[in-house]
T-cell receptor, first 112, second 119 residues
Framework: EDQVTQSPEALRLQEGESSSLNCSYT??????LFWYRQDPGKGPEFLFT???AGEEKEKERLKATLTKKESFLHITAPKPEDSATYLC?????????????FGEGTQLTVNP | GAVVSQHPSRVICKSGTSVKIECRSL??????MFWYRQFPKQSLMLMAT?????????EQGVEKDKFLINHASLTLSTLTVTSAHPEDSSFYIC???????????????FGPGTRLTVT
């Protein structure tokens, strides 16, 4: 059974204070690892897809990296508008179609 | 690109009535659509998977007669909550799956969600 564990559950940062969110996963065979951002009362917004260990992707202040067991979402010099819940999900090669297994999310708060 | 819409965004209905939620992929054809339910401060809970032209696959514990899913085309799926009760009040989110290209992976794009309140 696929498992995704995100840590920490909640993170408070001061504006400009860089940090990382962790996503540990267990799958039979990784087809893809996905990061989403979710604002309160809204649907998740797609950020990144990572496919293989060593891969990195960047978008503005966010950088996602992937190893064989975990993924990190690095936030550099965050701003208050980066406050949101960040969700990690995996897609298993053994699962038909595009089903995702989600972690519980990390709630990020960036104070001005 | 990859925009998914949901309608309505909020709905209030009386106990015992039915309510329909629409999910549309606006700029791509989705081979598969998913319906999730989300409780406050919790992650997404997958309710069912639907493929165009075939019956939906429901997750364990989800009543298929209560949550009717129709995937009539490659751009439209609907969720009907039948005989709604207060415990069905929740945030319902759909997603549509699109081929990511290159590597063998499908990306899921989510709608904005529908807040259902049953009184």
């Amino acid at each position: 059974e696929d498992q995704v564990t995100q840590s920490p559950e909640a993170l408070r940062l001061q504006e400009g204070e860089s940090s990382s969110l962790n996503c540990s996963y267990t799958v039979s065979g990784l087809r893809g690892l996905f990061w989403y951002r979710q604002d309160p009362g809204k649907g998740p917004e797609f950020l990144f897809t990572l496919y293989s260990a060593g891969e990195e992707k960047e978008k503005e202040r966010l950088k996602a990296t992937l190893t064989k067991k975990e993924s990190f979402l690095h936030i550099t010099a965050p701003k208050p508008e980066d406050s949101a819940t960040y969700l990690c999900a995996v897609q298993d090669q053994e699962t038909s179609g595009s089903r995702l297994t989600f972690g519980e999310g990390t709630q990020l708060t960036v104070n001005p | 690109g990859a925009v998914v819409s949901q309608h309505p965004s909020r709905v209030i209905c009386k106990s015992g009535t039915s309510v329909k939620i629409e999910c549309r992929s606006l700029d791509f054809q989705a081979t598969t659509m998913f319906w999730y339910r989300q409780f406050p401060k919790q992650s997404l809970m997958l309710m069912a998977t639907s493929n165009e032209g075939s019956k939906a696959t429901y997750e364990q514990g989800v009543e298929k007669d209560k949550f009717l899913i129709n995937h009539a085309s490659l751009t439209l799926s609907t969720l009907t909550v039948t005989s709604a009760h207060p415990e069905d009040s929740s945030f319902y989110i759909c997603s549509a799956s699109a081929w990511a290209g290159g590597w063998v992976a499908y990306e899921q794009y989510f709608g904005p969600g529908t807040r259902l309140t049953v009184t």
